[in-house]
């Protein structure tokens, strides 16, 4: 069964930076195209940035210019460093395959980042 692992969340001041991390297995996660979700409490969740199988790369509007997705195949894990963070950055963060949230795949637990101003 697919299975995400989400870390590198914390409490941080507006303008810092983190990076958060996400281990996946299950799947041949080289060919897979890889997500970063996050939802905020009272929000809907939504997909702030998406790395093809093939790296390339897309990003909310929101988060153009301040987050980074990458990933590393050889440890079926993705990345997201977020950089000059704002308190409405404040959300729980997941990552997913596109393809496994159409297939139903379970979320994994999250991980929480909290901005204060």
């Known amino acids: 069964q697919v299975k995400f692992v989400e870390s590198g969340g914390a409490l941080v001041q507006a303008g810092d930076s983190l990076n958060l991390s996400c281990s996946a297995s299950?799947?041949?996660?080289?060919?897979?195209?890889m997500g970063w979700y996050r939802q905020a409490p009272g929000n809907q969740r939504e997909q702030v940035a998406l790395?093809?199988?093939?790296?390339?790369?897309t990003y909310a509007d929101s988060v153009k210019g301040r987050f980074i997705v990458s990933r590393d195949n050889t440890k079926n894990t993705v990345y997201l460093k977020m950089n000059n963070l704002k308190p409405e950055d404040t959300a729980v963060y997941y990552c997913?395959?596109?393809?496994?949230?159409?297939?139903?795949?379970?979320w994994g637990p999250g991980t929480q980042v909290v901005v204060s101003p």
């Open positions: 299950g799947f041949e996660f080289r060919l897979y195209h």
């Open positions: 997913h395959a596109p393809l496994w949230i159409d297939r139903g795949g379970p």
């Open positions: 790395i093809t199988h093939t790296n390339s790369i």
